[in-house]
């Protein structure tokens, strides 16, 4: 988590040259005043996790209050217009009302960043299984051809 606001700035960075200088005819397919709450909204989540790992680290949080911070971060997402709404047929559910959606979304965000945690103080060998995991889907968004989230995640596993 130490170096999740670097590389947010390194992929906020990315994509503005590469969009700018026209590299590989990137077609964001979105105009950016859509993409931009949605990414300064990611950069105001990482950086609240960042101070609480750094203040658990110094002086210990409550993990009472680490919840707490968890939860508020992941209703960053709803805020921002980016929620659940398709499971694409898992468990034959197609669509996803945004009142079951946008809990869902906090929950999902909320078992993530606990999951990576026990990984991480589990051996300490949590970055290889993310940036691995992030590769993958990296390799798959390129091969459905969606560009913006490919630059997202090959972003944040390097």
């Known amino acids: 988590m130490a170096f999740a606001p670097i590389q947010c700035c390194i992929l906020v960075i990315a994509l503005v040259c590469i969009y700018k200088l026209n590299i590989g005819e990137?077609?964001?397919q979105v105009a950016?005043?859509?993409?931009?709450?949605?990414?300064?909204?990611m950069v105001c989540g990482l950086v609240i996790l960042f101070m609480i790992g750094i203040g658990?680290?110094?002086?210990?949080?409550s993990y009472k209050w680490k919840f707490v911070a968890q939860i508020m971060v992941g209703c960053l997402l709803p805020l921002s217009g980016v929620w659940?709404?398709?499971?694409?047929?898992?468990g034959f559910i197609i669509g996803i009302p945004a009142w079951i959606g946008m809990p869902l979304t906090v929950f999902v965000v909320?078992?993530?960043?606990?999951?990576?945690?026990?990984?991480?103080?589990?051996d300490g060998l949590c970055s290889g299984v993310v940036s691995i995991g992030l590769l993958v889907l990296g390799d798959y968004l390129h091969h459905m051809e969606l560009g913006c989230m490919r630059f997202l995640l090959l972003s944040q596993s390097g």
Do not use: E, Q, R, T
């Open 26 to 28: 990137l077609d964001l």
């Open 32 to 41: 950016s005043w859509i993409i931009l709450p949605s990414m300064a909204l």
């Open 56 to 61: 658990d680290d110094l002086i210990g949080v």
């Open 84 to 90: 659940i709404n398709d499971l694409y047929g898992l």
């Open 110 to 122: 909320v078992l993530i960043i606990n999951a990576i945690n026990l990984i991480d103080g589990l």
